[in-house]
Antibody
Framework: EVQLVESGGAWVQPGGSLRLSCAAS????????LDWVRQAPGKGLEWVGQ??????????LHAASVRGRFTISRDVSKNSLFLEMRSLKPEDTAVYYC??????????????WGQGTLVTVSS | SYDLTQPPSVSVSPGQTATITCSGV??????ACWFQQKPGHSPVLVIY???KRPSDIPERFSGSNSGNTATLTLGGTQAMDEADYFC?????????FGGGTKLTVL
């Protein structure tokens, strides 16, 4: 069974930093693209970025809204995905989801979601 | 940037058919997906590749995508289908979501 378990969400002041983790299990970690998607309270879904699979050298891509402030990485030895966030703003307040992506180019879709972790940016 | 537009809300009576639309420029040239999200829960994939259902999704969920509009159809809507629904597509390597539609079954 595919499991994605996020952790690390917390309250942080504007300008602060935070690191989110996603522990993956139930599948071959290196074979899959993994993404972060966030959802502000009462709002819609927003893609944050992705870490591609080993076949694509684990390259990362970040949404324009977070580029330069957020960094996605993974530790293959720990089957974990990370989201390093800095210079946080109140508008970054959201539940952050770790998502496994199925890719069979050009087809791709988000097939499994974690339970999410809440980040609150407020003074 | 690419935008996907959904109606904020749709209402349907139990047992009737609900239709939720998602509009975007030449959306029919892309693959559309749909997610269901119930309060306090993570999104769940209900349709991918325009009209494919994951194995654990009931047959009453169906999808189509042509021109500028993707459509999610729920035939024989049940109370348990009341939720928020989000469409999604990829544009230039970026995932784009619609704003979401709240489906009310009354």
């Amino acid at each position: 069974e595919v499991q994605l378990v996020e952790s690390g969400g917390a309250w942080v002041q504007p300008g602060g930093s935070l690191r989110l983790s996603c522990a993956a299990s139930g599948f071959t970690f290196s074979d899959y693209y993994l993404d972060w998607v966030r959802q502000a309270p009462g709002k819609g879904l927003e893609w944050v970025g992705q870490s591609r699979n080993q076949a694509n050298s684990y390259t990362t891509l970040h949404a324009a809204s977070v580029r330069g402030r957020f960094t996605i990485s993974r530790d293959v030895s720990k089957n974990s995905l990370f989201l390093e966030m800095r210079s946080l703003k109140p508008e970054d307040t959201a539940v952050y989801y770790c998502v496994r992506e199925q890719v069979d180019s050009p087809l791709r879709y988000f097939e499994s979601w974690g339970q999410g972790t809440l980040v609150t940016v407020s003074s | 940037s690419y935008d996907l537009t959904q109606p904020p809300s749709v209402s349907v009576s139990p047992g009737q058919t609900a239709t939720i639309t998602c509009s975007g420029v030449k959306l029919g040239d892309k693959y559309a997906c749909w997610f269901q999200q119930k309060p306090g829960h993570s999104p769940v994939l209900v349709i991918y590749q325009d009209d494919k259902r994951p194995s654990d999704i009931p047959e009453r969920f169906s999808g189509s995508n042509s021109g500028n509009t993707a459509t999610l159809t729920l035939g024989g809507t049940q109370a348990m289908d009341e939720a928020d629904y989000f469409c999604q597509a990829w544009d230039s390597g970026t995932a784009v979501f619609g704003g979401g539609t709240k489906l009310t079954v009354l």
